[in-house]
Structures are given as C-alpha cells and as structure tokens.
C-alpha cells in the first residue's frame, strides 16, 4: 500500500497522539448530520486503498450522501461547514519509542480553520500497522464504516459521548459479548490461545477461530449475534509499541470491546489471555 501523505499539498495527515483534533461540539455534529460525505481517494489509479474503500462506503455508507474526491479537492473543501470527509491517515503514538505508524481511518467535519488538525473528529477507528505490505483490514472496513456512522448517529443524540477515550466508552457494551459468537483469525490470537481448546479453559462462551471467508461472508450477511475481532498491531516483537483490539457487531454495527496494551515479552501483538479472561467474568 502507498502511504497517504499530503505532504505535496502543505496538509499533513500525520497525527501525533495527545496532538490529536477537537472533538466536535453540539452543533458541528448537527453539522456533520446536514453535511455530504467527501471520501478521500490517494493520487494513484492502482491504489489498494482506493478500491477498498470504494466498495465499502457504497455498500455501507447510508448516514449522508456522499462522493468520493481527490486530494486536491479536499484541500480545496476542507474548510467548509457543508462537507465531512473520510480520510485515510497515518498516527505516531508520543509512549512509542520503536517510531512505528498506525493507519486510522477519520471521519472529520469541515470547519473554517487554518490547520487540518483544528477539523473537528467525528471518529478515528485504528486500521493497521502502517508497514504492513497488504491491506489486511480491506475486508472489514464496511463493518468499520457501519461503525463509525452508529458512532455518529449516537454522538447526534448525546454529544457529552465524546473525549479523547471515547472508543473505550463502548465498554459498556462488554457484559453482552458472552451472548454472542466471536470471530477470529488464529494469527490474531496470543499463542497460549490459538485453539479452541485453550479458548474454552478461559472463556466457555460461543468463540471460533475461522478463516477470512467466513468473517466476509458474516460481514456481508450482517450474520445475527456475530462479533468480529479487529486486531491491530505490528505483527512482531516490537517492545513498546501497541496494539488495539476491537470487537464490532456484524448485525448492529455496535462496538462491544476496546482494549489496547503496550507489547512487551509477556504481551505480544495479538488479542490475549487477559482479554478473554475480562469478558469472562461478566459470567
């Protein structure tokens, strides 16, 4: 994948943590509610991103209207109040000392500001490790833009349901997930947890380690009572970088599981013991 920068345009989309944009107030989100959907496309016919994101938005995207753009037209749109855009960028973590880059998918309100970091965030959902050869999270981005929109739609009714930890906030929905079938990759699963078995000792509620095809064909089906585990990280043994972990709902596009940690030789890039054992004891 080409990396999207905006660098030759003067914008950066190159987030530091804890630099992150304003969150939007009451009327910016009624905004956003009003406003047509510009979907950032990279400068490249063959872009892997630009294909992806593509089928998702037309496929899941209902919220508000929407046209996909380049980046000279976002540049140009970027500050008007009638326009939000979904955008691809690239976020360092202040904490993380091994330099590494995340992918983030932003869906952000126009606003008459100076600097692309003053745009208000709807949403920022981690997407991958942004040296990853292959979009590995191509096939759930429609399930992640699902997400995004019920974010919206929830901030529209309660705009206090914003803060810099605000995808934590869907914790509240962990207490659910013993009810519910989880979907996961075994490359996405801590190796002391990579069979149904070692599943089960921890946590004996509905879990199946599957391949790819089967969390499309539950995407694509909006399957009822399936989460789908979004694992983002590295995929090595970078001690002190991060991973996130993120369960998403494919019938209600419901978040019900934010957790991140630090890697290190006891906690490796992948969803872990600790996590099952949290979403165990709601029992």
Same mark, same amino acid.
């Given at each position: 994948?080409?990396?999207?920068?905006?660098?030759?345009?003067?914008?950066?989309?190159?987030?530091?943590?804890?630099?992150?944009?304003?969150?939007?107030?009451?009327?910016?989100?009624?905004?956003?509610?009003?406003?047509?959907?510009?979907?950032?496309?990279?400068?490249?016919?063959?872009?892997?991103?630009?294909?992806?994101?593509?089928?998702?938005?037309?496929?899941?995207?209902?919220?508000?209207?929407?046209?996909?753009?380049?980046?000279?037209?976002?540049?140009?749109?970027?500050?008007?109040?009638?326009?939000?855009?979904?955008?691809?960028?690239?976020?360092?973590?202040?904490?993380?000392?091994?330099?590494?880059?995340?992918?983030?998918?932003?869906?952000?309100?126009?606003?008459?500001?100076?600097?692309?970091?003053? @745009?208000?965030? +709807?949403? *920022?959902?981690?997407?991958?490790? =942004?040296? $990853?050869?292959?979009?590995?999270?191509?096939? #759930?981005?429609?399930?992640?833009?699902?997400?995004?929109?019920?974010?919206?739609?929830?901030?529209?009714?309660?705009?206090?349901?914003?803060?810099?930890?605000?995808?934590?906030?869907?914790?509240?929905?962990?207490?659910?997930?013993? @009810?519910?079938? +989880?979907? *996961?990759?075994?490359?996405?699963? =801590?190796? $002391?947890?990579?069979?149904?078995?070692?599943? #089960?000792?921890?946590?004996?509620?509905?879990?199946?380690?599957?391949?790819?095809?089967?969390?499309?064909?539950?995407?694509?089906?909006?399957?009822?009572?399936?989460?789908?585990?979004?694992?983002?990280?590295?995929?090595?043994?970078?001690?002190?970088?991060?991973?996130?972990?993120?369960?998403?709902?494919?019938?209600?596009?419901?978040?019900?599981?934010?957790?991140?940690?630090?890697?290190?030789?006891?906690?490796?890039?992948?969803?872990?013991?600790?996590?099952?054992?949290?979403?165990?004891?709601?029992?």
């Amino acid at each position: 994948m080409r990396r999207f920068f905006l660098f030759s345009l003067f914008i950066s989309l190159f987030y530091f943590a804890g630099a992150q944009a304003p969150f939007p107030s009451a009327d910016e989100i009624k905004q956003f509610m009003a406003s047509k959907t510009c979907v950032v496309l990279e400068d490249d016919p063959f872009s892997a991103w630009n294909s992806f994101i593509k089928k998702a938005v037309t496929s899941f995207w209902t919220i508000t209207p929407y046209e996909f753009i380049d980046i000279v037209e976002f540049n140009k749109r970027r500050t008007d109040p009638s326009c939000s855009f979904i955008v691809l960028t690239q976020t360092h973590f202040e904490r993380d000392k091994t330099g590494g880059l995340f992918n983030f998918i932003n869906l952000i309100q126009g606003k008459k500001v100076s600097d692309l970091s003053d @745009n208000p965030e +709807i949403c *920022a959902v981690p997407l991958s490790f =942004a040296e $990853e050869d292959d979009i590995e999270y191509g096939y #759930k981005l429609g399930l992640i833009l699902a997400f995004m929109q019920k974010h919206a739609q929830l901030i529209a009714r309660e705009p206090s349901i914003t803060g810099r930890r605000y995808l934590r906030y869907y914790n509240v929905n962990a207490p659910e997930v013993i @009810n519910k079938t +989880i979907l *996961a990759k075994k490359e996405d699963l =801590a190796p $002391e947890i990579n069979t149904i078995d070692a599943v #089960k000792a921890i946590y004996p509620f509905p879990f199946k380690i599957v391949e790819e095809e089967e969390i499309v064909k539950a995407i694509t089906e909006k399957a009822p009572g399936i989460l789908v585990l979004h694992k983002v990280g590295p995929g090595n043994t970078s001690t002190g970088s991060y991973c996130f972990k993120i369960l998403i709902g494919t019938d209600d596009s419901n978040m019900y599981y934010f957790g991140q940690h630090r890697i290190n030789k006891g906690n490796p890039d992948a969803f872990l013991s600790s996590d099952l054992q949290r979403l165990a004891r709601y029992k």
